[in-house]
């Protein structure tokens, strides 16, 4: 998977680094000093994914913490992300990623120790807030290289008012399944219509194996978000996302799912540019995108209501609770 | 024609011979029928003004800089040839944050560009994380094609490993040998073909040139759905019908893509028509109404000409029969017709 392996010295003799290390190979390990002195130093074109991806290894400085926007998850509690990650092995169309970050090549954090102390000192003073794994990465993909998970299920059984979600496009659960689900701690899965992931979600799981995925861990034991977001406008849109509702239906009981979030796509303009360099032949930039309220490119208004309702208004006939569903980012 | 850069005479010369090319002035420019040779001298700086000039006086289509480099990882040996796939820069102690990249995207290999002559193997490991070779030119090429919009491409001899201790003299007396094995692969790689144009546009109507524009862009985007070409698409809407009426050319190609921004997005006629709708009690008074065109700004303005009483009557009876409360039911997503 990496082409190259740059590694922090000051991590050399740490458990988290052995425990990446079984799986990749040594003689593709290089040691820097500091990883900001190559990571981002140089724009590195976002393609260059495909064929020349490197993994950076190290302890994270700075913040470790940051509170999340509005309207970034249901009801009334604080949330926020922690930084483990950044970047992705997928590649997704829409993906921010893409004009956010000046590499695309992934940068694993193992000072996990850290940010639970940020974490014990943040949800001291918010107890019910929520933390969010998977801001600027897929929180599962490579969780198997991280062993990271035990980690923080231990935190989040000894705080059981504070709140875990797991933000996932992966079916890589293996290290989820060696874990006893907790009350505290969601999986939630980002999903759009059969035909959106087949034409975007680049090296995606289908999201056949997606719903397969949910119904495991449902059957597990633990807590099933979902995120329909981004939802990409086509004319067919109701009847592609109403197959879907049915897959999951079929798959576990809607009602049973703990929160919905429904999103139209939207891209600041850095990252519409990179979209239409990076996938000049894809259908996601032929939409009658205008630049919105926040400056974002997005579906006027009464599209996008239109939209979300429609799908929202579908979802509850489907046998979702109306409680539960939100609009994200609107 | 294809300009083809070089930093050295020594790699350039086979090129010269081969092509049977004339010196055309002082700066190193080497001119045939469809080609040119430039010759910049070593750095970034020389390369980027050198090649500006030429650029503006000759019409260049595509730029290929051909040369020697060291390489700064283990799976490349001397004497391979390689075609660059991205260019960065290294200033003395740091590295620049453009990059550039060139038409050979599935090439495997990143090349620097350093200020400094990457003698020293101390300098080479503080570049090695960021490319496979190091020279002293391709960066500039790259953000003078970036430029100029001209098409890149870069064929790599490596002379050395940059992490040993590098002769330069050494790797000068071999000029020529490197210059026949990069005039090899350069034949192989026949740069010379002409450039294959964009499928060819059809413009069914005589237009100005924003509509010329506006019809291109709708056009593109609907080869990227499920039209394979452009006549599919003006059979789709029927082009005959417009081209029958007696319109002006102006009009007929208003319309033209007018149907066509329809195919690209239906939902639009369906937004336009609800509009006529909601505003009919208005718009049948004759009242022009200034709705946001991004429908993102909840508010509208109207404007009437009021010459006469009945002007007035006209207008307080169009009020009192428009419902606000659908507007607002619109803006929430009530698009039902």
Redesign the interface.
């Known amino acids: 998977m990496f082409k ?1 392996v ?1 590694v922090e010295k000051r991590v050399l003799d740490s458990d988290q680094y052995h425990h990446i290390l079984k799986h990749i190979k040594k003689d593709k390990v ?1 040691v ?1 000093d500091k990883i900001s002195d ?1 990571w981002g ?5 976002y ?2 994914k495909r ?2 991806l490197n993994l950076f290894i190290g302890k994270k400085d700075g913040t470790l913490i940051k509170e999340a926007p509005d309207a970034y998850g249901l009801g009334d509690e604080k949330h926020f992300y922690y930084v483990h990650a950044y970047n992705c092995i997928y590649e997704c169309q829409y993906c921010y990623l893409q004009g956010y970050f ?1 590499s695309p090549d992934i940068v694993l954090y193992i000072n996990h120790d850290d940010i639970l102390k940020k974490m014990t000192q943040t949800a001291n003073e918010h107890p019910d807030c929520w933390f969010h794994a998977g801001e600027f990465s897929d929180s599962l993909a490579l969780s198997h290289y991280t062993g990271e998970l035990e980690t923080y299920f231990e935190f989040f059984k000894n705080n059981p008012k504070t709140k875990l979600e797991l933000r996932t496009k992966s079916v890589n659960t293996k290290e989820l399944e060696k874990l006893t689900p907790l009350e505290n701690v969601y999986l939630s899965f980002s999903l759009s219509s059969h035909k959106g992931g087949k034409l975007f979600d680049n090296k995606c799981p289908s999201i056949k194996a997606r719903i397969k995925t949910i119904k495991k861990m449902f059957d597990l034991g633990y807590n099933i978000g979902i995120h329909f977001d981004p939802v990409v ?1 086509d ?1 067919d849109f109701k009847e592609d996302y109403q197959e879907v509702f049915d897959d999951l239906a079929k798959a576990i009981p809607l009602d049973k799912i703990s929160y919905i979030s429904l999103g139209v796509v939207r891209y600041t303009k850095d990252v519409y540019r990179e979209v239409q360099n990076n996938y000049p ?3 996601i ?4 995108y ?4 926040d400056n974002k490119v997005r579906y ?11 799908l929202k208004q579908m979802l509850i006939t489907s046998g979702s609770r109306p409680s539960v569903i939100y609009l994200c980012m609107e | 024609m294809n300009l083809l850069h070089f930093a050295h005479a020594g790699e350039a010369q086979s090129f010269i011979s081969h092509f049977d090319l004339t010196a055309v002035s002082e700066d190193n420019i080497y001119l045939g029928e469809n080609m040119i040779v430039q010759i910049c001298g070593e750095g970034l700086f020389d390369s980027m003004y050198k090649l500006g000039h030429t650029i503006a006086k000759y019409k260049i289509n595509k730029i290929i800089n051909i040369g020697i480099a060291g390489s700064l990882v283990d799976e490349l040996k001397v004497d391979d040839i390689i075609e660059v796939r991205t260019s960065y820069a290294f200033g003395e102690i740091s590295p620049k944050f453009n990059s550039y990249t060139t038409q050979d995207i599935d090439s495997k290999f990143d090349c620097i560009s350093c200020e400094l002559r990457a003698i020293d193997p101390k300098y080479a490991k503080l570049i090695t994380p960021f490319a496979h070779i190091v020279d002293r030119e391709l960066w500039a090429v790259g953000k003078v094609s970036k430029y100029f919009k001209i098409p890149l491409h870069s064929i790599k001899l490596i002379s050395d490993n940059a992490h040993d201790e590098v002769n330069c003299l050494e790797i000068k007396d071999k000029a020529q040998d490197y210059s026949l094995q990069l005039l090899e692969y350069y034949l192989n790689k026949n740069y010379d073909h002409e450039v294959q144009s964009e499928s060819d546009m059809i413009y069914p109507f005589v237009m100005t040139h924003y509509l010329k524009k506006k019809y291109e862009k709708t056009i593109k985007k609907l080869l990227k759905k499920s039209f394979s070409n452009i006549q599919e698409i003006l059979e789709q809407i029927n082009l005959e019908e417009i081209t029958d009426l007696k319109l002006r050319e102006k009009e007929k190609s208003l319309l033209l893509i007018e149907k066509l921004e329809e195919l690209l997005n239906p939902i639009d006629k369906t937004i336009k028509k609800k509009i006529d709708i909601l505003f009919k009690p208005l718009l049948d008074a004759k009242v022009d109404i200034g709705l946001d065109p991004k429908l993102e700004v909840q508010k509208f303005k109207l404007s009437k000409e009021i010459n006469s009483q009945k002007n007035i009557d006209d207008l307080a009876d169009a009020l009192k029969n428009f419902d606000f409360k659908k507007v607002e039911d619109f803006w929430k997503g009530d698009l039902d017709v």
Do not use: A, C, D, H
């Open positions: 190259r740059f290089e820097i190559i130093r140089v724009k590195k074109p393609l260059q064929g020349n000046n406008y004319k032949k894809s259908e930039s032929t939409g009658p205008i630049k919105s309220f006027n208004k009464p599209m996008r209501n239109w939209i979300l309702n429609t």
